[in-house]
C-alpha cells in the first residue's frame, strides 16, 4: 500500500515511517504542502497521513483541493487536540477519519488498516480474489495455492488492479505507478508487462475495457 505521509515533526515523521514500512507498505514522507502537492501529482497514493500544522500551511487546505479535484484517496488526519476542534470537528472536511495527538503507533496502524478495508476491501495485509492471494508485506502472490514468481512491475500492476477491483484502472495510471520512468516511455511496455502478468496469474484474470484500461473483476464476468 503507498502512503504518502505529510508531517513535519521530525521524530513523530520517523516513527511512523518506520512502523509502516515494518508492515510492508510503502511510505513517502514529506514535511511541507507543497511537497505533498508535488508527490500528488506525480504518482498515485492509496492513502494519506496528513497533520494539519505545517510550515507553509494548513493540512485543510489540501484535503479540501483534493476533494474539489474529485481525488478519493482516503485521508487520515493527525492533529494536535486544538487544531482539531478549531479546524475539524464540523468535519465537513471531506477527511475520512482522525487521530489526536499524542497517539500510539499500535493505535494509528489499526486506523489505517480500518480506513483501508473500508475503502478498499482489506486490510492493508492479504489481499484475496478469485484464487489469487496477495501477501503485501512480504510481496509474495499465490494462484490458487502455488507461489507466483512476479517481476516487481508485475506485482505493482496486479496490487494496483486488485486494490481496486471491479474498477478500470487507465493505462496511464497503471504506467505511471507501476513502471519506473524509463520503461514507461517505450509505449509498449505496459502491454509485454501485462501479457507476462497474465500468463502467470492465468489469462481471464485481468480484462482488457477498450482503449480505456484494465480491470479485475470481484467475480468472474459471465458466471
Ligand atoms: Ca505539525
Known amino acids: 500500500m503507498k502512503i504518502l505521509l505529510i508531517e513535519d515533526d521530525m521524530d513523530l515523521g520517523n516513527g511512523i515511517r518506520i512502523a509502516l514500512t515494518d508492515q510492508g507498505m510503502d511510505v513517502t514522507w514529506v514535511r511541507q504542502l507543497a511537497d505533498a502537492q508535488r508527490q500528488l501529482e506525480q504518482r498515485g497514493f492509496d492513502l494519506l497521513l496528513l497533520d494539519l500544522g505545517l510550515p507553509d500551511g494548513n493540512g485543510m487546505d489540501l484535503v479540501a483541493s483534493l476533494r474539489r479535484g474529485r481525488e478519493g484517496v482516503p485521508i487520515l488526519i493527525l492533529s494536535a487536540r486544538d487544531a482539531l476542534s478549531d479546524r475539524l470537528l464540523g468535519l465537513d472536511s471531506g477527511a475520512d477519519d482522525y487521530l489526536v495527538k499524542p497517539f500510539e503507533l499500535a493505535e494509528l496502524l489499526s486506523r489505517v488498516r480500518a480506513l483501508a478495508r473500508r475503502s478498499y476491501g ?56 507501476a513502471l519506473p520512468g524509463s520503461q514507461a516511455n517505450a509505449s509498449n511496455s505496459l502491454d509485454v508487462h501485462m501479457a507476462n502478468l497474465r500468463r502467470k496469474v492465468g489469462e481471464g484474470l485481468i480484462r482488457t475495457v477498450r482503449g480505456v484500461g484494465y480491470v479485475i473483476d470481484q467475480r468472474e464476468v459471465g458466471r
Open 122 to 177: 482489506f486490510d492493508g495485509e492479504t489481499m484475496e480474489l478469485r484464487g489469487i492471494v496477495l501477501h503485501v508485506p512480504t510481496r509474495r502472490v499465490t494462484v490458487n495455492g502455488r507461489p507466483a514468481d512476479l517481476t516487481g512491475s508485475e506485482y505493482e500492476l496486479l496490487r494496483i488492479l486488485m486494490m481496486r477491483a471491479d474498477r478500470v484502472v487507465t493505462r496511464r495510471s497503471l504506467e505511471e505507478q
